[in-house]
């Protein structure tokens, strides 16, 4: 199956638009499956940041083409994040639930990265 970086921007989007509202429309039902978070405003920093990405990737999912710059963005923002879960999962400070979430992002930047290998196929240029 192939995939395009307008279907992996589309979901990419959906994934950080929904996740990043979550924090700032119900902390308490975040925290409920997240676990407790001493720091509140920094939570909801990172749903603000992963709210704005999500959004700039569903606007770039309508576009004819993905640029270069928004598909590295996502790539590294999933690939940020998912690092992040990892670690601190690994080192007790988040709850193991958090590893879905870097399943998730991982899976994003497998996308990305098919998204990417397809869009150079044969007979297409590299951008």
Known sequence: MRVDQRSIAAAHGVYYALTGVWSLVSI?????????????WLVKTVGVLVLVIGGV????????????????LAAGSAAGLAAIDVVYVAKR??????????????ILVAGWVAARRGDRGPGRAGR
Not at 30 to 37: D, M, Q, R, S, Y
């Open 93 to 106: 400070r988040i709850a193991p639930v958090y590893l879905l979430d870097a399943l998730a992002e991982a």
């Open 28 to 40: 308490r039902t975040f925290e409920a499956v997240t676990g407790p978070k001493a720091e509140r």
């Open 57 to 72: 990737l569903l606007r770039a999912a309508r576009r004819p083409r993905v640029s270069s710059d928004i598909a590295l």
